[in-house]
């Protein structure tokens, strides 16, 4: 990666989109504290000495029950109205140390109970409990030291009886909090719930239960002989307030996405040129929503976004490079097949029959089951995404072929390797190198990296990525660029100049104030090895303003300046013209492509008087010129080519009629001598051209 795409972002203030939960009421941006408000005022409603509750905080993952909880101690620390002791069942590895782990941090709970009576009372409860809870195993690190203490067998009810007196009398009241209980697997949740209702009996003990409520009851089918309604049951059993958590408002996690994706569209001009961010958003409310709908789900996606735009941050679309974020995250197996599918995706094939779009459709809908999307509606709603990204080949709407698009296959890649492949520039330094030009200094040192390039096809692809910057250009440096890319076309020796710069030089010449006097568009041109360079540059002026008309507008007006650049096209191209006349045969194709250029862009009846005067003044033969319009039959099949008839109607474009009337020629031949027209060397032609006059002579005599 070159130096500038290394510091795009250097300066950029880093935001940190981590999924770290809330531990204060500060940081709530999902309006969660008055619901952690009530459920704290719901435990603290429990009445002393009343049994163990059982509060169940329900939320899918990613829904905020962590945060939940979090709010929830917090709210109950500050009014100190009970301990609170959070216990991690996930944190350990199996259904003996989970029960250990349990009894570690009941015992820390609460400072009363940590006194040495208290503790001998439970280590010795957790040694009778152990039984009944399938064995001890390995001790969890909380309990690492109280397993020698576990050895008092006694009495289980008495000792219950008594430790439950000791809470009781020391006026503890105590809350569990237990996070991820979704985590577990089914004999680990078993273990806990047993626990919890073995402990049931202990008053002022409560807990918290945070989990999803579908993924917990899919945990416990298993070892309930596979019965979800089974399961569910047994759930409500155990957890006596089940609480859902209200779901994230869409405003709220708009405000969030917003705000974490804001230097993305901030920091990119051609973002917001291109309205990128309304492209993204336009998305985002009909199909992009529907999946993130958790604070997590789109902390996730910011974080991922901001992580490997870095990487990428001036070289691709930024509305792109979001929506294929959202596909990487959300339909992985997709993603990585995207590359698979790079030359289907990237044809430009626009405006389609309908029917031919539907059976693409169809296909494409087939790909993404092979490729695991089962759900219909999750199918339909991808295939719009990829619409969006991809028009052309999926008939969506919009261009295909446009800068930095991933549609673009000159772009695809760089989607993919996050950053710019091998034989890639960027763009960024192309533009930065194009609008250094417009200073004038044009040593070759400086554009070594784009459109001074050893590599032809990296100064082919500068050339190419400078075509839509011209229509950034204010009119004072048209001038200078235009002269930068005449200088460009003078050095390039591999490729043919005039169709490598053609587009590039056409859309500055429509763009150009014009130069008032015509000596001065012709010292630019003369630069040139020849007029012919400028044909596809000219031709594209003129099929644009042809395509404007056509489509109902007015006609593109002449830019400034227009007929002195159409003078110096003539004078120079007349010029040449008579050059290659005096050439002969060799010189038959570029003779035609100059008078092409003269003929559509040059003013031809200037250029009549120009060749008539150089004819008067035996600059070259009346003959010589005609025999250039002595055309071999280009229709004819195989390699037989049969000369046709004096093209006399294009010569006289180029000679004035009286000189053709009067100027010297030599004798006529006769018919005969010319009937073959299989004879295609110079010298037919030359015999065919003065046949041809003659016979026009003596038409138009009269």
């Known amino acids: 990666m070159d130096a500038a795409s290394r510091e795009i972002r250097s300066d950029a203030t880093y935001v940190a989109f981590a999924d770290a939960d809330i531990t204060s009421v500060t940081e709530d941006k999902l309006s969660r504290a008055p ?29 905020g029950k962590t945060s939940i909880l979090n709010l929830i101690r917090a709210e109950l620390e500050q009014n100190n109205s009970m301990g609170v002791a959070q216990f991690t069942p996930w944190a350990v590895s199996d259904s003996a140390s989970l029960m250990v782990e349990f009894f570690a941090t009941l015992l820390n709970s609460h400072a009363s109970l940590g006194k040495a009576k208290q503790k001998q009372k439970l280590t010795s409860l957790a040694q009778k409990l152990s039984p009944a809870l399938g064995g001890f195993g390995a001790p969890g690190k909380a309990a690492a030291g109280l397993v020698e203490e576990f050895l008092d067998a006694g009495n289980w009810q008495k000792q219950f009886k008594e430790l439950d007196d000791l809470i009781s009398e020391s006026g503890a009241r105590i809350l569990i909090t237990v996070d991820d209980v979704d ?11 047993k626990t919890i209702r073995m402990l049931g009996r202990f008053h002022n003990v409560h807990y918290v239960l945070a989990y999803d409520h579908a993924a917990l009851v899919d945990a416990l089918k298993p070892s309930l002989g596979g019965n979800e309604r089974r399961a569910a049951e047994y759930l409500e059993k155990i957890v006596q307030y089940p609480l859902d ?6 405003g709220q996690l708009r405000t969030m996405l917003d705000e974490g994706l804001e230097s993305l569209f901030s920091d990119d001009p051609a973002a917001i040129l291109s309205d990128g961010r309304g492209r993204f958003q336009l998305l985002y409310n009909t199909e992009l929503k529907r999946f993130l709908t958790t604070a997590r789900a789109v902390k996730r996606f910011v974080a991922q976004a901001n992580h490997y735009f870095d990487l990428v941050s001036g070289h691709v679309d930024v509305s792109d490079f979001l929506i294929l974020t959202f596909v990487r995250l959300q339909f992985p197996a997709i993603y990585s097949r995207l590359p698979q599918w790079r030359d289907d995706l990237t044809r430009h094939e626009e405006g389609i029959p309908r029917e031919i779009a539907d059976r693409n459709e169809l296909t494409w809908e087939h790909r993404l089951t092979e490729s695991g999307v089962n759900s219909v509606e999750e199918r339909q709603s991808l295939l719009r995404v990829l619409k969006e990204l991809f028009p052309a080949a999926l008939g969506g709407f919009g261009s295909s072929a446009q800068a930095r698009r991933v549609s673009n296959d000159k772009y695809f890649d760089r989607y993919f390797v996050f950053g710019l492949p091998e034989g890639d520039i960027s763009d960024l330094q192309v533009r930065e190198d194009f609008l250094a030009a417009a200073l004038g200094n ?8 784009t459109f001074t390039s050893s590599s032809l096809s990296v100064r082919s692809l500068a050339v190419e990525k400078a075509e839509p910057l011209v229509a950034e250009l204010d009119a004072e440096s048209v001038p200078t660029l235009t002269r930068f890319v005449i200088w460009l076309m003078q050095q390039e020796h591999e490729a043919s100049p005039e169709y490598m710069f053609g587009v590039l030089l056409a859309d500055l010449l429509l763009k150009h104030p014009g130069f008032e006097d015509q000596n001065d568009w012709e010292q630019l041109f003369r630069q040139l090895p020849n007029i012919r360079t400028l044909r596809t540059a000219l031709d594209r002026v003129y099929s644009l303003s042809r395509v404007f008309n056509e489509t109902g507008g007015d006609d593109l007006p002449e830019p400034p300046a227009w007929r002195a650049l159409r003078g110096a096209i003539t004078s120079i191209g007349v010029s040449h013209l008579i050059s290659l006349a005096a050439e002969g045969r060799r010189a038959w194709r570029d003779f035609m492509e100059t008078y092409a250029v003269v003929n559509s862009h040059g003013d031809i009846d200037e250029a009549r008087k120009l060749t008539t005067k150089a004819l008067s003044q035996n600059q070259l033969e009346l003959v010589s010129l005609a025999a250039f319009f002595v055309y071999p039959d280009m229709s004819r099949t ?11 109607k294009r010569l006289l474009t180029l000679v004035e009629e009286k000189f053709v009337m009067e100027a010297a020629l030599p004798p006529c031949p006769e018919a005969a001598a010319v009937e073959d ?20 002579r003596t038409e138009n005599e009269a």
């Open 677 to 696: 027209r299989s004879k295609v060397s110079w010298d037919d032609r030359m015999n065919l051209a003065i046949y041809g006059l003659h016979r026009w």
């Open 245 to 250: 958590i209200p779901p994230a408002q869409e």
């Open 183 to 193: 985590r577990l697997h089914g004999d680990e949740i078993l273990t806990l719930i």
């Open 35 to 63: 619901f952690a408000k009530r459920v704290a005022e719901l435990i603290e409603g429990i009445p002393a000495g009343a049994d163990s509750t059982v509060i169940g905080i329900i939320g899918p993952w990613g829904g």
């Open 442 to 449: 044009w040593d070759e040192q400086l554009f070594q990296g």
């Open 638 to 648: 195989g390699h037989e080519y049969r000369l046709l008839d004096l093209d006399v």
